[in-house]
């Protein structure tokens, strides 16, 4: 258990170094325990569910457990057991005694000075899932008109909502916590709306009106300060909404060369040259920064930033820190920061003599996949079509060092076929290193991947050609699975490239 909590500490001790902070001590008891599940607390940075921010607690053979936990500001956490998660409040200096239950993965709340909000949080259900995306939305919603929409989902939603609320600013905890939850109910509310417009819905004209409907009556400003997760998740979706709002009403090919964006202040030319070199985090940097408070935007972008380092994406990185260190020269972030930027560029030395990441020859003139198998004829191939630009792909990838782990020493081979344009060779070339991705790659440009996807969905009745992509050759060299498992499926995967092993 000491090296359990040394762990713990070191990796507190990444996360949190910039702040002096405060404790919180959580302790209990698990019933029912039978010794092999595992309990974890999120604890965000700034928002958002990210891996990294999950940390084991060590739990004794009777199912005791206590960990004491560096909380510098109010912080609305997670209580992982048994795939449940339990939403509580935990603030500096306070104590929390819960009983889990691994029969029926409930949890109880016993004593502590965070029991009154604790139970608050417990009764209102923060994230409880909405009824409209249950069950498929895409087919439920699939011909329902506007107005339909805002009486049968927008309205009833906010209502609930609102009742959750009455009942925190009924409740007798302290005002400051009730102002937290308060706005938290209100700002997942708009997540969760902007999450059935944005993947729920397949009418693209439809998504656009309910996106409008939906945040046009919104206040962008926090309702309190330091905000929580929720908050920063609504700015991140309501720099979306400004986007389509902006193009909804002024045509991209309405613009003038010299006119700018409505809600962003560049040109048209100056926004694609944004995206395209500095990618969309520099898009949205500009945007929260036209129309958020500062005191908002600064650690919302640094949230930005800890994305692109769990990608290892050092090019994207990059340009932003830069942005972010001129316009917050006395940021507290700015030592982390540079310190994770350091870390990347040093990846980037060790890997670049790794002779095991090898550019295909010639790759640029390449019109068929099968040069590059032919080549490992006598191994099972596992095809990645993936993007230095695609999010899911880069998320992905933290999930190979696990499939090439479990295949080591066998005859398994990785090829990496990437889409990105020509000005992009030398940052493509720079993010394999740094990512330290082991195996034969080769790019192609949006023309010339062309008779790629042909060639590889010529027998499959989904054409899509989406990304990520995986595809799997035999030992001859010959395609026997079209659109495999990904990475993060894991053992169906495994299971899919062992029947070509033996």
Same mark, same amino acid.
Request: proline letters at 5%.
């Given at each position: 258990?000491?090296?359990?909590?040394?762990?713990?500490?070191?990796?507190?001790?990444?996360?949190?170094?910039?702040?002096?902070?405060?404790?919180?001590?959580?302790?209990?008891?698990?019933?029912?325990?039978?010794?092999?599940?595992?309990?974890?607390?999120?604890?965000?940075?700034?928002?958002?569910?990210?891996?990294?921010?999950?940390?084991?607690?060590?739990?004794?053979? !009777?199912?005791?457990?206590?960990? @004491?936990?560096?909380?510098? @500001?109010?912080?609305?956490?997670?209580?992982?057991?048994?795939?449940?998660?339990?939403?509580?409040?935990?603030?500096?200096?306070?104590?929390?005694? /819960?009983?889990?239950?691994?029969?029926?993965?409930?949890?109880?709340?016993?004593?502590?000075?965070?029991?009154?909000?604790?139970?608050?949080?417990?009764?209102?259900?923060?994230?409880?899932?909405?009824?409209?995306?249950?069950?498929?939305?895409?087919?439920?919603?699939?011909?329902?008109?506007?107005?339909?929409?805002?009486?049968?989902?927008?309205?009833?939603?906010?209502?609930?909502?609102?009742?959750?609320?009455?009942?925190?600013?009924?409740?007798?905890?302290? #005002?400051?916590?009730?102002?937290?939850?308060?706005?938290?109910?209100?700002?997942?509310?708009?997540?969760?709306?902007?999450?059935?417009?944005?993947?729920?819905?397949?009418?693209?004209?439809?998504?656009?009106?309910?996106?409008?409907?939906?945040?046009?009556?919104?206040?962008?400003?926090?309702?309190?300060?330091?905000?929580?997760?929720?908050?920063?998740?609504?700015?991140?979706?309501?720099?979306?909404?400004?986007? @389509?709002? #902006?193009?909804?009403?002024?045509?991209?090919?309405?613009?003038?060369?010299?006119?700018?964006?409505?809600?962003?202040?560049?040109?048209? !030319?100056?926004?694609?040259?944004?995206?395209?070199?500095?990618?969309?985090?520099?898009?949205?940097?500009?945007?929260?920064?036209?129309?958020?408070?500062?005191?908002?935007?600064?650690?919302?972008?640094?949230?930005?930033?800890?994305?692109?380092?769990?990608?290892?994406?050092?090019?994207?990185?990059?340009?932003?820190?830069?942005?972010?260190?001129?316009?917050?020269?006395?940021?507290?972030?700015?030592?982390?920061?540079?310190?994770?930027?350091?870390?990347?560029?040093?990846?980037?030395?060790?890997?670049?003599?790794?002779?095991?990441?090898?550019?295909?020859?010639?790759?640029?003139?390449?019109?068929?996949?099968?040069?590059?198998?032919?080549?490992?004829?006598?191994?099972?191939?596992?095809?990645?079509?993936?993007?230095?630009?695609?999010?899911?792909?880069?998320?992905?990838?933290?999930?190979?060092?696990?499939?090439?782990?479990?295949?080591?020493?066998?005859?398994?081979?990785?090829?990496?076929?990437?889409?990105?344009?020509?000005?992009? !060779?030398?940052?493509?070339?720079?993010?394999?290193?740094?990512?330290?991705?082991?195996?034969?790659?080769?790019?192609?440009?949006?023309?010339?991947? /062309?008779?790629?996807?042909?060639?590889?969905?010529?027998?499959?009745?989904?054409?899509?050609?989406?990304?990520?992509?995986?595809?799997?050759?035999?030992?001859?060299?010959?395609?026997?699975?079209?659109?495999?498992?990904?990475?993060?499926?894991?053992?169906?995967?495994?299971?899919?490239?062992?029947?070509?092993?033996?």
């Amino acid at each position: 258990m000491k090296t359990v909590l040394k762990r713990i500490a070191l990796i507190f001790a990444l996360l949190v170094p910039i702040y002096s902070y405060g404790q919180f001590k959580l302790s209990g008891k698990i019933v029912n325990y039978q010794g092999t599940e595992k309990l974890q607390v999120n604890i965000p940075l700034i928002y958002g569910f990210h891996k990294e921010n999950s940390f084991p607690i060590p739990i004794s053979k !009777d199912g005791s457990f206590k960990v @004491t936990l560096p909380i510098h @500001t109010q912080k609305i956490v997670n209580v992982i057991f048994v795939r449940t998660f339990h939403t509580l409040l935990f603030a500096p200096n306070k104590d929390l005694n /819960i009983i889990l239950n691994e029969k029926d993965s409930t949890l109880n709340l016993v004593s502590g000075t965070a029991l009154p909000e604790s139970k608050v949080m417990q009764a209102i259900k923060l994230e409880e899932y909405p009824f409209f995306l249950a069950n498929e939305p895409s087919k439920t919603f699939a011909k329902y008109s506007l107005q339909q929409l805002q009486n049968e989902v927008v309205k009833p939603y906010f209502a609930q909502q609102e009742e959750k609320i009455q009942k925190v600013k009924s409740s007798a905890i302290a #005002a400051n916590d009730k102002a937290l939850i308060s706005a938290e109910l209100k700002y997942i509310a708009y997540n969760y709306l902007n999450d059935l417009a944005r993947t729920g819905i397949s009418n693209r004209p439809l998504v656009d009106s309910l996106i409008l409907s939906i945040f046009d009556k919104s206040d962008q400003r926090p309702s309190v300060f330091p905000a929580g997760p929720q908050y920063y998740g609504f700015l991140d979706n309501y720099v979306r909404y400004l986007e @389509t709002k #902006a193009f909804f009403t002024v045509k991209p090919n309405q613009l003038g060369k010299n006119e700018l964006i409505p809600y962003f202040g560049v040109t048209l !030319d100056s926004a694609n040259s944004i995206v395209k070199n500095f990618g969309k985090p520099y898009w949205r940097w500009i945007g929260s920064l036209k129309n958020f408070p500062a005191k908002v935007v600064e650690p919302y972008t640094y949230q930005q930033l800890i994305n692109l380092y769990s990608d290892k994406d050092l090019r994207l990185m990059l340009g932003l820190a830069e942005a972010f260190k001129q316009h917050f020269p006395k940021s507290i972030y700015l030592n982390e920061l540079n310190a994770k930027v350091a870390s990347l560029k040093t990846m980037l030395l060790q890997n670049s003599a790794n002779a095991n990441i090898k550019i295909v020859e010639g790759y640029e003139k390449m019109t068929s996949i099968n040069e590059v198998i032919k080549q490992l004829k006598g191994k099972v191939v596992y095809l990645d079509v993936w993007g230095t630009w695609c999010g899911p792909c880069k998320e992905e990838l933290k999930f190979i060092p696990n499939l090439k782990a479990r295949f080591k020493n066998k005859d398994v081979a990785y090829v990496y076929l990437d889409l990105d344009d020509d000005n992009l !060779d030398l940052q493509w070339k720079e993010f394999i290193k740094v990512n330290n991705m082991e195996g034969l790659h080769l790019r192609k440009t949006r023309q010339t991947i /062309i008779p790629f996807w042909k060639e590889l969905l010529a027998n499959t009745d989904d054409k899509a050609e989406y990304y990520p992509q995986y595809f799997i050759f035999d030992k001859e060299g010959k395609l026997v699975v079209s659109k495999a498992k990904r990475p993060s499926e894991q053992e169906e995967l495994y299971n899919q490239i062992e029947k070509f092993l033996n």
